[in-house]
């Protein structure tokens, strides 16, 4: 690099610098000066050839001192993880956004820790439902994830079955390591770089043979083409098996994904074995398609991580083929709709388009300054959850319980066939663990000093809180069901069993 730059101030000295304009202006001044000159060295072509690489390098945004998106955000997130959030901090959180929806307090809070979970490895899946229509079920998502940061919340208006295993990614190639034997992904675009430099070398090899062929043999000169240009074809051929054979690999980590109003049952169908994190290894979407030549050919789209899912249905699916599968891997949340809440909520629809925003705001008693601390403290946490996220592997927790022999003791037995404690347990475990991290600068923490690893100590406020989310969280069937169930049918069943 330290010659390219000789290169480049020999040429910008003097009368000469006005004639050049830009690198294609000064290539071309050092290739007539290469030209004219009869003792060509090695160090020359040398020069020559290292300029010629670094605009090739500039020509593929191959620039290793420019940052990339990716470290642009890791530098953010340190920025933000430094600052310290305390638990009045995380109440203050809380309070905020569910000073929007007082009556909706219990379903508010689930979703606020739902939505925390989509940066951690085991994220929680959220349905919100309700039996009837406009009972504010996306009201209730959308204003918990406004206070999230835009760029991790994908809210989409309609989503067709497949449409996130065909998202645009990134072309990689599996490369297994030779020592350890696991397997892992490679980006393409820097074999596909040198590849390119390695044929752009070769090309203007050929073009200044061409020029230089009367000075030569011409049985020479034709020799010399027809190496060049054969190694010129197989760097071609490499680069299109390299395509060819390139997987697409979809990171879907750290995202928040809004569905509403009812998403197709194929969508959340074909997401299935993906929420469930069954297992720990990235997925793999095999399809087929044709090129524009007619040919049909095998592609592969490599899913990493798992989305956090948010939905809101109103038709009971009770019935439903899949009703238990699709409750297992999604939380049902339901909306109160109490004759209190419908009042408020009447009331603040009339309020907000009858008053001044700073009117309904003094109403609200939630100011606009308010908002925007929460959301800032809601970035901090992400930026703290995602950084102790970056140590562990998927479906662990990165806490440490020290009441486990306890939280196992009271776990109901259940009967034969009675799957659905396990799922029980794995909500309860899920939610103490979010709870914990989102307070994690309130809380003991076990450390490894070479790794800067750290496991935060869950306390008992932390598992009292979850307790209160299972109250709907534990439940396979919706609140408004459950409500029926025992305050209407349970009393009217008594009642004539005495009779």
């Known amino acids: 690099m ?12 003097g009368d000469l610098r006005d004639k050049v304009t830009g690198p294609g202006g000064l290539l071309e001044q050092f290739r007539k000066r290469i030209k004219d000159d009869n003792n060509k060295t090695t160090e020359e072509k040398q020069q020559l050839a290292e300029y010629r ?29 430094s600052e310290m959030v305390t638990s009045d901090d995380v109440r203050f959180v809380i309070e905020c956004i569910t000073k929007q929806a007082p009556d909706d307090k219990e379903p508010t809070t689930q979703l606020i820790y739902g939505m925390f979970t989509a940066f951690t490895k085991t994220p929680m899946s959220h349905n919100t439902n309700s039996r009837d229509s406009g009972a504010g079920k996306s009201y209730i998502i959308l204003n918990v994830a406004d206070h999230f940061p835009e760029k991790y919340v994908m809210q989409k208006n309609a989503v067709s079955n497949k449409a996130i295993f065909h998202r645009r990614g990134v072309l990689v190639q599996k490369v297994t390591d030779g020592i350890t034997g696991k397997e892992h992904f490679e980006p393409i675009v820097h074999e596909i770089g040198k590849l390119f430099a390695e044929k752009k070398l070769l090309e203007d090899k050929v073009e200044e043979e061409k020029e230089e062929k009367k000075e030569k043999k011409p049985q020479d000169t034709k020799q010399q083409l027809k190496k060049w240009r054969n190694e010129i074809s197989q760097i071609n051929s490499r680069i299109e098996e390299i395509r060819d054979n390139a997987l697409n ?10 569905a509403l109003d009812t998403p197709q049952d194929g969508f959340l169908e074909a997401l299935m074995s993906i929420i469930s994190q069954d297992t720990t290894r990235d ?16 592609r592969i ?25 699709k409750t297992r891997r999604l939380i049902n949340v339901t909306p ?7 009042k408020h909520a009447s009331d603040a629809i009339i309020s907000s388009h009858c008053l001044l925003p700073i009117e309904y705001e003094h109403n609200l008693g939630l100011f606009q300054q308010d908002k925007e601390k929460c959301k800032h403290i809601v970035a901090v946490l992400v930026a703290k959850i995602k950084r102790h996220s970056k140590f562990l592997q998927q479906r662990q927790t990165g806490v440490r319980v020290s009441f486990e022999e306890s939280v196992r003791s009271a776990m109901p037995t259940g009967k034969d066939h009675e799957v659905w404690l396990m799922t029980v347990s794995g909500r309860l475990i899920k939610y103490l663990a979010i709870i914990t991290k989102v307070n994690m600068d309130s809380r003991w923490k076990i450390v490894d000093t070479e ?7 869950s306390t008992y406020e932390d598992l009292r809180e979850a307790m209160m989310l299972m109250k709907s969280g534990a439940s396979s069937i919706r609140l408004y069901q459950t409500e029926f169930y025992n305050n209407r049918f349970l009393p009217l069943f008594k009642a004539f069993s005495e009779k």
């Open 2 to 13: 330290q010659s390219c730059k000789a290169v480049q101030s020999t040429y910008r000295k």
């Open 53 to 81: 690489l670094s605009l090739l390098d500039q020509a593929l945004n191959v620039d290793l001192k420019k940052p990339t998106k990716e470290a642009l955000e890791e530098a953010e997130d340190i920025g933000l993880a």
């Open 249 to 258: 690999w979809i990171n879907l980590e750290n995202e928040i994904l809004l």
């Open 283 to 298: 997925q793999e979407y095999e399809f087929v398609e044709k090129t524009t030549t007619g040919k049909i050919i095998n």
């Open 301 to 325: 789209n490599i899913l990493h991580g798992t989305p956090c899912i948010f939905t809101s249905r109103t038709i009971d699916e009770t019935r439903t083929l899949r009703h238990e599968e």
């Open 336 to 342: 109160n709709t109490c004759k209190e809440k419908i």
């Open 451 to 457: 790794t800067g690893q750290f496991w935060p100590i």
